[in-house]
């Protein structure tokens, strides 16, 4: 397994963990949501993207056709600024910032989809 | 395909038809006027998400991922099957507390033991997949 999907798929497993954490305290006491709620959208982001889309970043960036000449990967730089995107994008939301957060989560689906688009080919 | 990853797999599966006649149910003219089917919404979202998607990715991470070792080529097993019973017993039960929380009745307990039941399937999914991502 290549060093960038073992670091996305690490994060992925972290942000299960703590988006679970977090829902399971909002699940089981709402009396605490007064406190908790302002933390109800790190907790969506946290599950959502944080774990399910950054897991098929790394799975995918790990399993893809690879390159027979050149970089075996490709744009591997795409990936990584994928990686580091998702992760800003999640704490921004979860942060309260939305807009900002959305933003680079939109800038890593594009620079991830840059990245992947030309692996997906026949195995040649 | 090994027999966790078959129980999960299929569980995700069972899931994802409940969830989806759920929503059809959500969609019908009589959802207004039947309180469970009004106050449905976090339910669907959570079997769709956690009992669908999150169960389906460990079924198949469980069975795909790089070995643990020779020996012990999934990691712990009991981890893996803490998981499987974790989780669906955790969204059994909050299928069970959350329209009685909804409609005011009591249901702190079940949905305390859901929240920790779900809790620890996905700490243990965690703790025996970690050591199995790694560089070759």
């Known amino acids: ?124 | 395909m090994p027999p966790l990853t078959r129980w999960l797999v299929k569980a995700a599966l069972f899931w994802l038809v409940a969830t989806l006649v759920l929503g059809l149910a959500m969609q019908l003219p009589l959802a207004a006027r039947v309180p469970l089917l009004r106050t449905a919404w976090p339910t669907y979202l959570h079997l769709l998400v956690v009992g669908w998607l999150t169960q389906l990715i460990f079924g198949v991470a469980f069975w795909l991922f790089p070995r643990y070792s020779a020996d012990r080529p999934r990691g712990s097993d009991r981890l893996g099957w803490v998981s499987f019973v974790g989780l669906n017993l955790g969204l059994i039960l909050r299928v069970c507390g959350e329209p009685r929380r909804a409609l005011g009745a009591d249901a702190g307990t079940l949905l305390l033991l859901s929240a920790v039941a779900q809790l620890l399937a996905v700490l243990a999914f965690v703790l025996n997949t970690w050591p199995r991502v790694r560089e070759r």
């Open chain 1, 1 to 124: 397994m290549p060093r960038l999907s073992v670091w996305m798929i690490r994060t992925a497993l972290l942000a299960l963990a703590a988006g679970a954490a977090l829902g399971a305290l909002l699940l089981a006491d709402p009396g605490l949501a007064g406190g908790l709620a302002r933390w109800r959208p790190l907790h969506g982001e946290l599950l959502l993207v944080g774990w399910t889309v950054q897991l098929a970043f790394g799975v995918a960036y790990w399993i893809l056709p690879r390159f027979r000449e050149g970089r075996e990967r490709g744009r591997e730089e795409l990936a990584w600024a994928a990686f580091v995107l998702v992760n800003l994008g999640v704490l921004l939301v979860g942060a309260g910032q939305p807009a900002a957060g959305r933003s680079a989560e939109a800038m890593a689906a594009i620079a991830f989809a840059a990245h992947a688009w030309p692996r997906v080919k026949p195995f040649r």
